[in-house]
């Protein structure tokens, strides 16, 4: 099949961690602008009851499954995904390609200081990477002009925003176009919070069986309001599958 992969109304790009890696590095040659949305089964959901998130979604570049639910609902829907790309793998991979590439990283958002160890992290496991900056900011629209200056004048190629979902999405749609250096932006949620050691990174036995929603629920119980929404989801999944139509 051709296009993008339907789930509950988001469309995912048919691309794997190596394939989503691989086409932001062939767009970063050709100097193409690149937006990434790394989505899992909370964003689907927002973006069902969300008609801008769901907009942006649509427009973006790429769009890849962060883990394991949208997988499986790709399967159960019959047009299987050909796996996960979740937004850590990503930026580590990219990090490690990035210095052949010619392009530098911009880290924004997270807590204070966060981004700032994030980026040690990163320098010390892929001495190459250039990191032209990084910036705690806001999500907040009246914080949007303080960010975009310092960004400018940093002038990278690859932007990380970190504000979570569905806040860093906005902020890149309402800033990348004064954002000239700018080839590739992606949302990556809690990834600047892992490589600075603050949220812990699951084993790859728990990432290898797609368990890291259960890892990081153990070690951040707060969550569990957020993956409310996984049952729901499941369930319509399961009715599209069955083809009872859409549950609301």
Same mark, same amino acid.
């Not at 789930?7 to 062939?26: E, K, P, S, Y």
């Not at 089964?41 to 998130?53: I, K, N, W, Y």
């Not at 942006?56 to 890849?64: G, H, K, R, T, Y």
């Not at 999500?139 to 504000?163: C, F, G, H, K």
């Given at each position: 099949?051709?296009?993008?992969?339907?789930?509950?109304?988001?469309?995912?790009?048919r691309?794997?961690?190596?394939?989503?890696?691989?086409?932001?590095?062939?767009r970063?040659?050709?100097?193409?602008?690149?937006v990434?949305?790394?989505? #899992?089964?909370?964003?689907?959901?927002?973006?069902?009851?969300?008609?801008?998130?769901?907009?942006?979604?649509a &427009?973006?570049?790429?769009?890849? @499954?962060?883990?394991?639910?949208?997988?499986?609902?790709?399967?159960?829907?019959?047009?299987?995904?050909?796996?996960r790309?979740?937004g850590?793998?990503?930026?580590?991979?990219?990090a490690?390609?990035?210095?052949?590439?010619?392009?530098?990283? =911009?880290?924004?958002?997270?807590?204070?200081?966060?981004?700032?160890?994030?980026? &040690?992290?990163?320098?010390?496991?892929? *001495?190459?990477?250039?990191?032209?900056?990084?910036? &705690?900011?806001s999500p907040?629209?009246?914080?949007?002009?303080e960010?975009? %200056?310092?960004?400018?004048?940093?002038? *990278?190629q690859?932007?990380?925003?970190? =504000?979570?979902?569905?806040?860093?999405?906005?902020?890149?749609?309402? #800033?990348?176009?004064?954002?000239?250096?700018? %080839?590739?932006?992606?949302?990556?949620?809690?990834?600047?919070?892992?490589?600075?050691?603050?949220?812990?990174? @699951? @084993?790859?036995?728990?990432?290898?069986?797609?368990?890291?929603?259960?890892?990081?629920?153990?070690?951040q @119980?707060?969550?569990?309001?957020?993956q409310?929404?996984? *049952?729901?989801?499941?369930?319509?999944?399961?009715?599209?599958?069955?083809?009872?139509?859409?549950?609301?």
């Amino acid at each position: 099949m051709t296009g993008r992969v339907d789930v509950l109304g988001v469309g995912f790009d048919r691309v794997d961690l190596f394939g989503a890696v691989a086409t932001i590095a062939d767009r970063l040659r050709e100097g193409r602008r690149t937006v990434v949305i790394t989505a #899992n089964p909370e964003f689907v959901m927002l973006a069902r009851r969300d008609g801008e998130l769901c907009r942006i979604a649509a &427009a973006a570049d790429l769009v890849v @499954p962060d883990g394991t639910g949208v997988l499986l609902a790709s399967r159960l829907l019959g047009d299987a995904l050909p796996g996960r790309a979740p937004g850590r793998l990503i930026v580590d991979t990219l990090a490690e390609r990035a210095p052949s590439l010619g392009a530098s990283f =911009y880290l924004l958002g997270a807590g204070p200081g966060v981004a700032e160890r994030a980026a &040690a992290r990163l320098r010390e496991r892929h *001495p190459g990477l250039a990191v032209a900056g990084t910036h &705690a900011g806001s999500p907040d629209p009246a914080d949007d002009e303080e960010a975009v %200056r310092r960004i400018a004048a940093a002038s *990278p190629q690859v932007l990380l925003v970190a =504000y979570g979902m569905p806040a860093q999405e906005r902020w890149i749609e309402r #800033n990348l176009e004064r954002l000239p250096s700018v %080839r590739v932006a992606i949302g990556v949620g809690g990834v600047l919070d892992q490589l600075a050691g603050i949220a812990m990174v @699951p @084993p790859r036995a728990v990432h290898a069986v797609g368990l890291e929603w259960l890892w990081r629920l153990a070690f951040q @119980p707060a969550r569990w309001r957020r993956q409310r929404a996984l *049952p729901l989801f499941a369930l319509l999944v399961l009715r599209k599958r069955l083809g009872a139509g859409p549950a609301r």
